[in-house]
């Protein structure tokens, strides 16, 4: 099995920027509230992981913002690039398998 | 409201002070966004417990995080450098052949004035050593080293110094054999 490439904060943020393009504070309370409060990035920690996402392609900015009657002019939107999607895909495909072999030797339950 | 405009304000030059930890070039680049964001987490706070958790996560998030840009940004140069280098192995010769040649010359020179100007004689006392030299009583400009003879004079009768040594770089021929004797034992 390739070894996991994306470390867990960068995974979300690629989750988080999934089904639409966000800000980074949108992209923080997206992860917040789909992990019920339990994972929380500080803004150092997002903005490093955004940097090294950039750099590497995995995500882009927009030209322009989405909403631009609605959101402050001065935020930067972040959206997930074709690389981007490909290795999400691939990160959530090995962790799959992994909690398939979990499941195998009883270590979760049983899909229902 | 001014009030609440005030304390926000000062909050976020604060934070923007721990900022200052971060490589410049990343604060350029993502300084007003963490800004942003760290305003807006504060706001959404109800309660003083609330305030104190965002300040502690975001403080612990630069303190993690500072470093490793730092070490990110110093490892991007090196890779940038040696990329150069490997590209252009003419001038990267030329330049590694100036600065050892710089290195060295300025080692010499360091080297030279720590030996003769900086570092103490091997003495002990080394401030009360003196040298003595003889000046031609017709032409004060004319000076001369001190003959032998002369030495043992000054050994014996004077008061100012403690102790007097003679050194020379040529071999010479001494008379007065039981003077000499008599000098080299009181010395």
Redesign the interface.
């Known amino acids: 099995m390739r070894p996991s490439t994306l470390s867990r904060d960068t995974f979300h943020i690629l989750v988080a920027l999934a089904d639409q393009d966000r800000h980074g504070y949108s992209i923080m309370q997206e992860i917040k509230e789909r992990t019920s409060g339990a994972v929380r990035l500080s803004p150092s920690t997002l903005y490093s992981a955004v940097k090294r996402l950039l750099e590497q392609g995995l995500i882009a900015e927009l030209e322009e913002r989405p909403d631009p009657e609605h959101d402050d002019e001065r935020r930067r939107y972040y959206h997930l690039t074709a690389a981007g999607k490909r290795a999400a895909m691939a990160e959530a495909g090995q962790l799959e398998k992994l909690l398939s072999d979990a499941r195998s030797r009883g270590l979760a339950p049983k899909r229902s | 409201m001014a009030a609440a405009r005030l304390s926000e304000s000062g909050i976020l030059r604060l934070y923007r002070g721990f900022l200052a930890l971060y490589p410049a070039e990343?604060r350029e680049?993502?300084g007003?966004?963490?800004c942003?964001?760290?305003v807006?987490?504060c706001r959404e706070q109800r309660s003083p417990a609330g305030l104190l958790m965002v300040w502690l996560?975001?403080l612990?998030?630069?303190f993690?995080?500072?470093p490793?840009?730092h070490w990110n940004m110093i490892l991007h140069d090196l890779r940038y450098a040696i990329r150069i280098m490997r590209k252009d192995a003419a001038v990267t010769v030329a330049a590694i052949a100036i600065l050892a040649l710089g290195i060295g010359s300025t080692t010499l020179v360091f080297s030279l004035a720590n030996g003769l100007l900086l570092r103490p004689l091997p003495y002990a006392q080394p401030e009360r050593l003196v040298a003595v030299e003889e000046y031609s009583p017709k032409d004060p400009n004319e000076k001369g080293l001190v003959s032998f003879p002369n030495a043992m004079d000054l050994s014996a009768r004077t008061q100012l110094l403690e102790n007097l040594g003679v050194y020379g770089g040529e071999w010479r021929s001494c008379t007065g054999m039981a003077r000499l004797s008599r000098f080299l034992e009181s010395n």
């Open positions: 990343f680049e993502y007003r966004e963490l942003l964001v760290f807006d987490r996560e975001a612990t998030g630069i993690f995080e500072a490793k840009e």
